[in-house]
Each structure stands twice: as structure tokens, then as C-alpha cells.
């Protein structure tokens, strides 16, 4: 079977990224099936630009296929999602095609490939991008949705609802997502399955990765893990801490990790890393007491599946559905809301060592029993046949 995975971009290191080549590598591995992602010369969804050559490249057995952006982020944009983020449900259509249009990346280079595949299956994700939206309706071969859906204005868009509904079936990270899906669009006819993402182990040792980053004095200490961007948390766990570090004044230090678009103070009780390399992240989830994440926009949370990988325990915001889900799950963390249940938390867990042992083999089962890669690939596989089966499309004529 040929696989055609559909990504706005490919080179920052983005969940739907990690998502979608991570399952194509394993896919690869445990059959003869082909998968190419197919995406555009960007690199950074902050311009768009063609930073990459376009054309087909080699990533081990997965092709990487880039395309031409023939516009990316357009001065209008801010206007319109000021609008849209006001009262998404009541766009009228020209303005959501403006939306979309403005918002970037429009190929028609992508458009003509897609068109003109000859895979069995095309993935597209994530829901927010003309890639999924517009892109999703230009093929007729059968076509799979994974929204990577979390709780933003966009999402209540019509034409969000309308690519849902175009599709032959939906994959989704998380019964949270799910759920807040079909909460928003009718779509719960469509032939669905709730994957997740694959975490295998990797290598990393606690006391190398923390000499690599400056932190090896003998405090111990708490990780937060992701990228340092407005709105994705980091700014207000970082206030959230040093409230704490003043009033606990705490045997533990916060580290950060992650590339950074915004300004965070450093001082003796944070520590601001920036951007590692995977084995450095895994050394560092090792030797951490706990990971912190605060993220509330997030539809699946893949580093804490790594951490309970690693051996640690978590805490995540309870404004996030879906890693708020995998802490109830697996009962390997716990979670906050404010200032005063981050203060409870915090000090509870990092006064407890064998709770945090407790939660973290917790964690490590729940990641076993079902987010290994293994599970995950051939799961998606089954998916995969089954839409193809079904599909009114599969071996249907090109679109026009």
C-alpha cells in the first residue's frame, strides 16, 4: 500500500511532524508499504518562506516531497484572525477563504501532486492549515483527517466542518480530542480511530545530558519540555515558579527546554536551556524529578508519554483535556489550575519521592500498554486497510 501524509511544512519540530513521520518510519519497518510525505519548501510556519529545495528527498526509506509555497503569511492576516477569533461560527465564506489564504502556505504545486498521486491513502493534518482544509477536497483518493484538534476559534470555522465531513475517516490523538470534535461538527458517523502517537525509548544518560547543559552542581531539578512560544504556557509556568521558589524556597531548580520565540528570565531558581538534541531531552527526562507541563492548547502531549518512558512522574495544567486525560489514565501525575493547586502540587510531589515513584511506574504501564510503536503502527495499519476497503473512492478515477 502507498501512504501520501500531508503536512503544511517539515522541518521545525512540531507534533504533527514528529507524529506523522515518526508512524511513517514504523509503518516502513514492519511491512513493504510505502509512505511520502508530501509538504512544502517551508521550514517555519512564523514566514513560510521556500527555505528548502523542493522535489523528493530520502529520510532513511521515507520520502520527504516538498512543493513550492506560492504565498505564505499575508499582511492581512492578523486582521482576519482577529475576526475569526472573535466569532469563528459566524465567518461568512468569503471571509474564511480569505482566512485561510492569508494564513499560508498555498501551493499549487502540492494541489497538482496530490491530484495526481497514486497512493492508496492520503493523510492530511493538521485541521488549521489550507493544506488540510482546502487540500484534503482536490484528490479523490480515499482520505483520512487527523485533526490534532485542541480548543482554538478556528476550529469552529464551517469550512473546518466541512473538510471533516468530506473525509472518509478521522484519527485522533486522544478521546479528549475526539470529543471536543464532535462536540463542534457532526462527524461522529465517520469511521474514526483514536491512535495516539508511538514513544519508543531512547538513549540518554541523566548525569552526561546535565554537564551538557550546565547543571550538574548536585541540585536536583524539574523539566518543562517543548517549544518557549506565546500562549504555549512556558512564560506563565516560569511566573507560576519563581512565586513558588520565593515562598517554598526549594531544594529543586525549573530547567527549560525547548526553542525559544519568547524572552524568559533566567535566574538561580530557573534555568532557561533552550533547544537539545533528543539524546540530551531523554538524559535530562531521566534525571528529572518531575516534568512539568503547562500547555492547555495541546492535543495529545507526547512528552509525557517520553517521560513515563523515562521514569518520571508529571504534573500538566488542568485546563488541557487531553494530557489532564492521560494523567487520570494512567494515574502517573497529577495536575494544577491556579496558583494555589500549583503550590499544593508542587510541594507534595517534590516532598514525596516515593509517590513520585508510584506515579511514574504508573505512568511507564499505561505508556506500555498502549502507546508503544508497535502497537501504534499496526493499529493504524488495520485502520488503514479497513478505510481503503470501505472507501467509495479506493480505486476511483482522479479529480479533475
Not at 494515574?331 to 508510584?358: K, Q, V
Request: negative net charge; proline residues 4%.
Amino acid at each position: 500500500m502507498k501512504l501520501d501524509f500531508v503536512l503544511p511544512l517539515f522541518g521545525e519540530r512540531g507534533g504533527a511532524e514528529r507524529a506523522l513521520s515518526g508512524l511513517g518510519r514504523q509503518v516502513m519497518a514492519r511491512s513493504d508499504w510505502e509512505v511520502t510525505i508530501q509538504t512544502t519548501c517551508a521550514t517555519s510556519g512564523a514566514r513560510w518562506d521556500n527555505d528548502a529545495p523542493a522535489g523528493p528527498a530520502h529520510d532513511g526509506r521515507l520520502v520527504v516531497n516538498r512543493h513550492h509555497v506560492d504565498s505564505g503569511r499575508a499582511p492581512g492576516w492578523v486582521e482576519l484572525e482577529k475576526r475569526v477569533n472573535k466569532a469563528a461560527g459566524d465567518v461568512d465564506a468569503e471571509s474564511e477563504r480569505a482566512y485561510f489564504e492569508a494564513q499560508g502556505p498555498l501551493s499549487s504545486a502540492l494541489a497538482e501532486t496530490l491530484v495526481g498521486s497514486d497512493a492508496d491513502l492520503v493523510l492530511h493534518m493538521p485541521y488549521q492549515y489550507a493544506t488540510t482544509v482546502q487540500l484534503s477536497q482536490v484528490h479523490n483518493k480515499p482520505t483520512v483527517i487527523w485533526p490534532a484538534a485542541h480548543d482554538d476559534p478556528a476550529l469552529r470555522l464551517p469550512a473546518v466542518g466541512g473538510a471533516l465531513r468530506a473525509a472518509d475517516a478521522l484519527v485522533f490523538g486522544t478521546d479528549a480530542e475526539r470529543r471536543l470534535t464532535e462536540s463542534i461538527h457532526p462527524v461522529s458517523h465517520l469511521r474514526q480511530i483514536v491512535l495516539g502517537v508511538g514513544v519508543g525509548e531512547h538513549p540518554g544518560d541523566a548525569a552526561a545530558a546535565a554537564r551538557r547543559v550546565g547543571i550538574d552542581d548536585g541540585r536536583p531539578w524539574v523539566l518543562c519540555v517543548g517549544r518557549m512560544l506565546p500562549g504555549k504556557g512556558t512564560e506563565a509556568l516560569a511566573s507560576l515558579w519563581s512565586q513558588y521558589a520565593r515562598r517554598r524556597r526549594p531544594e529543586h531548580r525549573l530547567v527549560l527546554v525547548g526553542d525559544r520565540d519568547v524572552d524568559i528570565a533566567a535566574g538561580g531558581d530557573l534555568v532557561v536551556v533552550g533547544g537539545v538534541d533528543e539524546e540530551t531531552k531523554w538524559g535530562l527526562l531521566r534525571g528529572a524529578d518531575l516534568l512539568v507541563h503547562p500547555g492547555t492548547l495541546e492535543s495529545f502531549g507526547i512528552v509525557l508519554l517520553e517521560a513515563w518512558a523515562a521514569g518520571t512522574a508529571v504534573l500538566v495544567n488542568a485546563g488541557c483535556e487531553p494530557t489532564s486525560d492521560h494523567v487520570r489514565s494512567s494515574r502517573g501525575g497529577a495536575s494544577y489550575s491556579d496558583h494555589a493547586t500549583f503550590d499544593r502540587a508542587m510541594s507534595r510531589l517534590l516532598g514525596d519521592a516515593a509517590l513520585r515513584a508510584r506515579m511514574a511506574a504508573a505512568g511507564a504501564a499505561y505508556w506500555h500498554a498502549n502507546y508503544t510503536w508497535d502497537l501504534v503502527a499496526r493499529r493504524f495499519m488495520d485502520f488503514c486497510e479497513r478505510v481503503v476497503r470501505f472507501s467509495p473512492r479506493a480505486g476511483g478515477t482522479v479529480a479533475a
